[in-house]
């Protein structure tokens, strides 16, 4: 979990050291800037999660250096809080009027400067996960589209480039490039219909299930896929896990298409699968642990989204499972390192929302 990062803006030497010192202390990165025109500078090399601004200061002052950044796209939605001085009801209004998201007047209490910040870190997440949910519902919808699109033009394509290879000689050099041409063809195909499906993923019927009869039947039909693979498969579950309501069919699915990403990591190296489950703080947790060939650090945060996958192939079945998994409320995180191997982890509440 990366460190929330706070830039304190303050003239005060004394006040910026406690404040660093206390911040620290509960978890915090801290950047600090003694005058305005600093702390426009570190807002843009720092990118903080929250600005504590200062009123009265040289340079420039807080109600400038707030009016500025609230006017620049890239900075407009850090929340700034700002500190007043006590009783001046006018600046704190003036604070407020031109964009700061909260203010406190000093001297403050350390605790009560704790909850806002909290609180205000915590909305600008809320924020932030909205705004990618609607662009990755934009990209999907643009992407369901160009699937279809592309599929009737390849129809016509493979067709075509099929009844001029059985018309040619056994003997004629251009079959194989006609072959080639139907090969690749079919690769698209095959592409665009796993991207329809994707997009078709519903789910439909719920019912109590046991995880672990899942993860097993799961194992059971990946058995000849495992087998001719060579790999050897252990498996932790947990007994007694809590039923919980879900679609058996495509949580099956999800697990599968993990269980096949792991086979596929191993190909030319030690070959374990590990799968486990456990019941944790309300979730249910399933393990699918490969000793594959890892996954790069600057891939490891894109390796579930379907836009950045460079291969396509590979991560279509990701994605699959990943959407499965969020229409259940669930979550799927990864870790892997280079050379030794990646750990997918399903978590699945084992409480609908709105039951008790
Ligand atoms: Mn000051």
Redesign the pocket.
């Known amino acids: 979990m990366n460190k929330n990062k706070i830039l304190i803006v303050?003239?005060?030497v004394d006040t910026v050291e406690l404040l660093k010192k206390r911040l620290r202390a509960d978890g915090y990165d801290t950047a600090e800037a003694y005058d305005g025109e600093e702390a426009l500078k570190k807002v843009t090399e720092y990118e903080p999660d929250l600005i504590l601004l200062?009123?009265?200061?040289p340079k420039l002052d807080g109600f400038e250096v707030c009016k500025r950044l609230k006017e620049d796209e890239s900075t407009r939605y850090i929340p700034v809080l700002m500190l007043t001085a006590k009783g001046d009801v006018d600046s704190t209004c003036k604070g407020l009027d031109i964009g700061g998201d909260d203010y406190l007047a000093k001297p403050f209490d350390y605790k009560e400067l704790v909850t806002r910040i909290r609180s205000l870190i915590s909305m600008k997440a809320e924020r932030e996960k909205l705004l990618k949910e609607e662009k990755s519902e934009a990209l999907e919808k643009m992407m369901d589209q160009v699937a279809h699109e592309i599929r009737n033009p390849l129809v016509t394509i493979g067709g075509f480039a099929r009844r001029i290879c059985e018309s040619l000689s056994e003997s004629d050099p251009n079959r194989k490039y006609l072959k080639l041409i139907v090969q690749n063809v079919e690769t698209l195909e095959h592409m665009i219909k796993k991207l329809i499906e994707l997009q078709a993923t519903v789910i439909s019927y719920r019912e109590p299930v046991d995880i672990n009869e899942i993860i097993a039947k799961a194992l059971e039909e990946y058995r000849p896929a495992l087998e001719e693979n060579h790999v050897d498969v252990t498996t932790d579950l947990m007994d007694n896990l809590p039923n919980i309501s879900v679609d058996r069919k495509q949580i099956k699915i999800a697990i599968a298409h993990l269980i096949e990403n792991a086979i596929e990591a191993m190909r030319n190296k030690t070959r374990e699968l590990n799968i486990a489950s456990r019941v944790r703080e309300g979730y249910i947790e399933i393990d699918v642990s490969d000793t594959g060939v890892g996954i790069p650090r600057d891939k490891l945060k894109s390796i579930l989204d379907p836009f950045f996958t460079s291969k396509i192939h590979a991560g279509l079945g990701l994605t699959y499972a990943l959407k499965i998994i969020q229409a259940h409320r669930g979550t799927i995180s990864v870790e892997s390192e280079l050379g030794k191997g990646s750990t997918f982890t399903i978590r699945l509440p084992v409480k609908r929302p709105g039951s008790h």
Do not use: F, K, T, V
């Open positions: 303050e003239d005060n200062d009123i009265m200061m």
